[in-house]
């Protein structure tokens, strides 16, 4: 990163924080005197909008609700040209979001995550969609499709939203169907053949019911090309669409239904070689020296993989709210179903004798159902409930290779000569006349699971209005997940393979050098001693997991504009069993999150912010780590204790009538509590890696043109610190320096975008600008081939987007 960069993050920072003081100072020094009906009427016409969210499970406004909370606007969903949670991340410090693999995403948040894919293991940060959880693995991170809004609720929820928020929640609000029929649309083209358009139609049929449906298609060339065969890579090529209907049975009856469905289509996530590979004979060295890491963004890309990513989804949501003399009940009944298939290269070159790809493949089909009641008295607003969720998943993992790179890695392992075991055999048998062909042939090991999960759970919340200005809350959560998992490991699949050495056995040939056929079966992946010993058996799992989440809240507003808070709360994540490791379980995770804070208005200056103080305790966290210590790598489960405090500011700023401002940050330590890794290291009080530091920083503007309608400007700046290294970070290459790559470096985003709305809002155009000062950083490392074929490759983040939107509202 340039010092020029650098700089200008700061200044930006210190900029946009200096104002949000300056905007506090008249408080401070204001003097009681009575507004003139000209200072009223310029006061209203820039009021701080107040924000209506649903985080306790009720409608109140953000600066009422005692979490720490931030909400995405669909505004600001506008700003970014965002597409789905991976491109809102940035400017929710705390929060992180990998989702260059829309099918295997991962989610962060205040520095709690899960390392593992496997279906046997649930995310630590929950994700919900108009209340109905989203589930895990590839179905999570869609596109959006009529957002109104996203809440970002950080530290556990376990009472409110149930398992598997021990780190915190996403909910996510879409538009339900209105009383007046509409029309909208968006097109949107940019550079490397970006087309997306968008469009939405609402249907009322009666002064009770309308129609609202959604299409979204998207499409991209992408923006790396093979240097080789000049093809695209890192594509995007998927559409989806909403349909919902909302009406009312009588005066206390509604109900809203909606389906959902996605295609997704595309080549898989590009990998680069960060190795530089000498000519032949010689081979690359084995285990690679980290030092030597090549920059990926100057070395050009070659691939010879199939890589690949589908998904197909759908997913009916049913919403009944009914209204009684004493409250509410509202049932919600929700289905998902989706298959989806990722394939990705490891290796970053295009040599065959070096190849080796990475194949995860989920099929997956959930319900639940939720009851819920709620009413409100002069002193309590409650609510009780109970759920039922049931899941049933398959899960394939696999990793490919060829017979030339089986022989590469045999050489480097001292298990064969120079040329390996099946090149050698086979030219020796076509020196004899026997036509065979072991080079280049597929050869493919599988780690194959299935999961049967039912998950029961009860929960009650009450606020006690104590007097005008104290509240009390009490919550509960109860919870059992069952859980029947099962693992099948079989010898590796290598059918052309295996013909050809079958035609070698039926010719003597084995017998004439002394060297057996079955010398040529055997596994190079999955070799743990569990699955060694389990090869071909289905080994079966069933266990059921009990938890309690209790959270405590004490508020008081000291003024209508100022409220304090303070709460103890608990989130857990569900018991698992760990995919890839036959027999291995583990137990529920669980997080306490002590967090006290102020929320505060200036009505008067047209300034609300945040701030809060945290601290938790993460016990029981399961990881999967590729342990790249042993001669062939393998995935190994370990568990760490963890703790960790912070702080977490925001701000908004109606500085004028048409000038806004928001602020966002968040520092956080965190360190592990107990934990020695599966090496022996002992990692005891050392930093776990999340950066200290994230921000996020916007400013916008509207000029009213006079009846020509209005022009708004907007600019996002994010920046993200370092990842803090420990002494585990360079054997597992997940933060620090190696050679000429900076993982984990600090990161920084500024977003643009100025728009133009005709005076009746019915036509609109835009320009926009993502990532302008084109940083682009290491997602993540191929790593599997870093012991054994002296191979790794880099996933680079995109550069510098930017194009033009032509949208129509009626």
Known sequence: MSPRKNRLAVSLAYALFGCVSLAAMPQAFAQDAPASKADMAAQKATDLDAITVTAQSREQELQDVPIALQVVTEQLLDDVAAEDLGDIDSFVPGLKVNSQQPTQPSFELRGISTDDFGIGTDPAVGVYVDGVYAGRGGGVLLPFTDVQRIEVLKGPQGTL???????????????????????????????????????????AVSDDSAFRFNGIFNHSDGWLQDSV????????????????????????????????????????QATTGIVLIPALPALPTAPVDETAFLDPLKVPTASDAANGETREFDGVTLTVDHSFEWGNLTSTTAWHQYDSMNRVEEDGTNLSYLYVDSTNTESNENFYQEFKFSGSTDRLDWIAG??????????TSEVNVLTDSVDTLAQNLGLAPPGGLFGPISDLANSFGIPVNLHGLPWNEKFVNSLDTKAYAAFGDVIWHVNDKLN????LRYTRDEKDFTWFNDLRSAPELDAQLDLLDAVGFFGAIGIPKEAFVFDVAFIDPPALLNKGVLNRAKKSWDDFSPRFVVDYHFNDDLMGFASLAKGYKAGGFNALQIGSEFENEDVWNFEAGIK???PEHRLAYNASAFYY??????????????????FIVDTSDQEAWGVDFDARWQATEGLGLDFNTEYLDATYKNYTNPQGIDLDGQTTGAPEWSLSAGANYVWHLDGHGDLRPALRYSYIASCRSNDESVSQLSCGQFGAIDLGEAQEILDARIGWTSPNGHWGWAVYGNNLLDNQYVNSLGTYGATVLGTVGARVTAPRTYGMEISAKF
């Open 229 to 268: 065969s000049g093809k695209d890579l890192n594509p995007e090529n998927n559409w989806a669409t909403r349909a919902a209907f909302q009406t009312r049975f009588g005066d206390n009856t509604r109900a809203w239904i909606s389906w959902d469905h996605e295609s997704l289509d595309q080549q898989g």
């Open 617 to 634: 305790v993460y016990d029981n966290r399961q990881a999967v780590t590729l342990d790249m210590s042993t001669q062939i790598p393998r």
């Open 386 to 395: 109970a759920s039922y969720f049931q899941e049933e998943a398959d899960q």
């Open 472 to 475: 009390l809350t009490a919550g």
């Open 161 to 203: 939203f149930g398992r598997n928020t021990a780190a915190g929640a996403i909910s996510i609000i879409t538009n339900r169907p209105g009383n007046e029929t509409a029309a909208a649309g968006k097109l949107r083209l940019g550079n490397d053949n970006k087309t997306y358009f968008e469009g939405m139609a609402n249907v």
């Open 600 to 602: 505060q208005s200036f």
